[in-house]
Nanobody
Framework: QVQLVESGGGLVQAGGSLRLSCVAS????????MGWYRQAPGKQRELVAT???????TYADSAKGRFTISRDNAKNTVDLQMNSLKPEDTAVYYC??????????WGQGTQVTVSS
């Protein structure tokens, strides 16, 4: 079993920055992918960015050039640095981890609100 705890959400003005952090805990952690997803009211959950244990990354088009995902394998943490935030980035952001290639875990979510 893996537990994911997010932190760092909040309210920011358009053009501002936020940094989200997520720490994974549990036994026998073999986390292949860690990432961030988001869900805005009335919309489906969508990918923001992922990072493999090798360090390779994937970004949604909406995040490219503005967001940076980073991972510390030794600490089992993943961060998302979000710059140039827009009102349309407002959502609940969820940390995600895929363990041993088969088990999918989610954090409880952290609210990000960008005011115009």
């Amino acid at each position: 079993q893996v537990q994911l705890v997010e932190s760092g959400g909040g309210l920011v003005q358009a053009g501002g920055s936020l940094r989200l952090s997520c720490v994974a805990s549990g036994n026998n952690l073999r986390i292949n992918f860690m990432g961030w997803y988001r869900q805005a009211p009335g919309k489906q959950r969508e990918l923001v960015a992922t990072v493999r244990s090798s360090g390779s990354t994937t970004y949604a088009d909406s995040a490219k050039g503005r967001f940076t995902i980073s991972r510390d394998n030794a600490k089992n943490t993943v961060d998302l640095q979000m710059n140039s935030l827009k009102p349309e980035d407002t959502a609940v952001y969820y940390c995600n981890a895929i363990v041993a290639g088969i088990s999918n875990y989610w954090g409880q979510g952290t609210q990000v609100t960008v005011s115009s």
